[in-house]
């Protein structure tokens, strides 16, 4: 994180603020880690990568417990205001919005984890494609976090209609093919899942691109 | 021609021109007190620059600030206290509903009566607490024992400190609490149904508690009374007023005041860096 906006005069309150800047770095760092490594475990049929990001997500929940400790400790003892106080706010719910799509990476995972020994029929949906945007925009919104780029997480608010064309083309796809095929339903029913934890992820980053406004500027914004 | 008789004839009123935040404070409302150009001066030393202070009428106005940086030089100039201190000057309007109050032709006696003052530490007179609350009703003249009798008491249920004190009316001020003493200074302030009350940190010397219900009173007149507290608590600028002015001194030692707005609005989006860096504890 950038050391931008510390107190010469308060240590202690520098050193909490630093702190929930780093757990929410941590925080987005494991939720792209638990994009690739879920949608890997579908590709591969990997149980064991499947059961990581399961477990990875524990360490998301525990930087959400830490976020909120360190945020508490903020407002009870540095009654913080202006920029500070927008600080604190906008990190607290960027570590809720983190910690559900940790939380959609788990649902993720344990679809794939079903599909292990269930084989595909025909080639596979364009789900790829929609987890590598998806990863993209989360990546993204994290830098304009970290640089507290709001032009920035602007653009990357505004390209979530490319990954809700995917979405749609994905879902359209996955019912022609169990329409076509019955056998296909368990299989596409809960591909037709993934997609869509996916495209809730994509919204969230569109929600922190909104805290990152609020942050930078004071104003709730509905961007998306 | 005291201040008495100038006021309350709206249709005489110049339009104020000072802006709140951008918006004209004729939006915000009903402006009480404005300060256009206001230059104080203790002999040569220009204490305060070019201010353009403004109160809402029947709102709480908080000026802020670090120490030295001319608040409370600014308070005492809007009912010309400061005429007390020798080399003090004025350059420039202090507007009261409107009218200028800095002329020679002002009654600053009635003026005073008009705009009461807390201070830092409470200044109860050394007589009964009954005394001090008649006191100013007495200076105005003659008022039955019965009237002076409901307007005190009125006048410390106002403040509600009749119920502790109502046993021991005769009984000295001084024996009072530091936090009953403010608030016996309040309702002294009160007797005499001014418009204004001028607040120099007047609960830098009282415990939590009784800053609180110093707080909690000033909120219960807001409405009727127009205040202006001067403030080293950002809290408490926080907790009870409506605008906030931040003022802060430069390299002479000379007062600006840099922002004023709605306090909401100062605390979380301040306009200027000075601000926001002086209320987030960034100077050092």
């Known amino acids: 994180m950038t050391e931008s906006g510390l107190h010469p005069l308060r240590a202690e309150f520098d050193t909490l603020l630093r702190a929930v800047r780093d757990e929410v770095s941590e ?3 494991l939720v792209e880690c638990g994009i690739a490594r879920a949608m ?25 417990r830490l976020v909120r400790d360190n945020s ?11 920029t500070d106080l927008r600080e604190v706010m906008s990190h607290l719910h960027i570590a809720a919005e983190l910690e559900r799509m940790g939380d959609h990476c788990v649902s993720i995972a344990k679809l794939a984890r079903v599909l292990v020994d269930i084989p595909e029929r025909g080639p596979g949906v364009d789900l790829d494609s929609m987890a590598s945007l998806c990863r993209e925009q989360v990546r993204e919104m994290l830098g304009a976090v970290v640089g507290r780029d709001v032009d920035r997480a602007r653009q990357v608010a505004a390209r979530d209609d490319r990954i809700d064309r995917v979405y749609h083309r994905v879902f359209d796809d996955l019912i022609q093919r169990m329409i076509a095929d019955g056998d296909y339903v368990y299989r596409g ?34 961007l998306g | 021609m005291t201040v008495m008789q100038r006021v309350d004839d709206p249709m005489e009123m ?14 915000l409302g009903r402006v009480k007190l404005e300060t256009r150009h206001l230059n104080l001066y203790y002999g040569d030393h220009l204490a305060v620059a070019d201010a353009g202070f403004v109160a809402l009428e029947n709102r709480i106005t908080a000026i802020i600030g670090p120490s030295g940086c001319g608040k409370s030089t600014l308070l005492r100039s809007l ?56 006191y100013g009703l007495r200076l105005a003249g003659r008022m039955s024992r019965a009237d002076l009798d409901a307007v005190v008491e009125r006048s410390l249920r106002r403040v509600v400190l009749w119920d502790e004190v109502k046993d021991r009316l005769k009984h000295s001020a001084l024996g009072l609490s530091g936090g009953q003493q403010q608030r016996l200074c309040l309702a002294r302030a009160l007797a005499v149904e001014p418009s204004v009350i001028l607040m120099d940190e007047p609960c830098s010397s009282l415990d939590p ?76």
Request: hydrophobic fraction near 40%; include cysteine.
């Open chain 2, 79 to 134: 009912n010309r206290i400061n005429d007390l201190i020798p080399g003090f000057r004025i350059d420039g309007e202090v507007l009261l509903d409107g009218r200028d109050i800095t002329g020679d032709d002002i009654d600053v006696i009635a003026l005073r009566r008009r705009m009461g003052m807390l201070f830092q530490r409470p200044n109860p007179f050394p007589t009964s607490v009954y005394d001090n609350v008649a």
């Open chain 2, 209 to 284: 508690i009784a800053t609180l219900r110093i707080e909690e009173l000033m909120r219960e007149l807001r409405g009727t009374v127009t205040m202006v507290i001067v403030t080293h608590n950002m809290q408490q600028a926080t907790r009870v007023s409506d605008v906030t002015a931040f003022m802060l001194a430069g390299e002479r030692r000379t007062g600006e005041l840099v922002e004023t707005g709605p306090t909401a609005d100062l605390f979380s989006k301040p306009r200027d860096r000075r601000t926001e860096d002086y209320i987030s504890g960034r100077f050092g």
């Open chain 1, 72 to 82: 508490f400790s903020i407002l009870l003892r540095e009654a913080p205001v202006a």
């Open chain 1, 27 to 29: 925080m987005g760092d």
């Open chain 1, 40 to 64: 890997w475990g579908l590709a591969e049929r990997s149980v064991d990568l499947c059961n990581a990001v399961i477990e990875d997500d524990l360490r998301v929940n525990e930087l959400q």
């Open chain 2, 14 to 27: 110049p339009v104020p021109t000072t802006e709140v935040a951008g918006v004209p404070v004729s939006e």
């Open chain 1, 189 to 222: 029913t809960n591909l037709v899942f993934i997609a869509h934890h996916l495209e809730r992820i994509a919204d969230r980053v569109t929600n922190i691109a909104e805290d990152l406004v609020f942050l930078e500027t004071g104003v709730i914004e509905e």
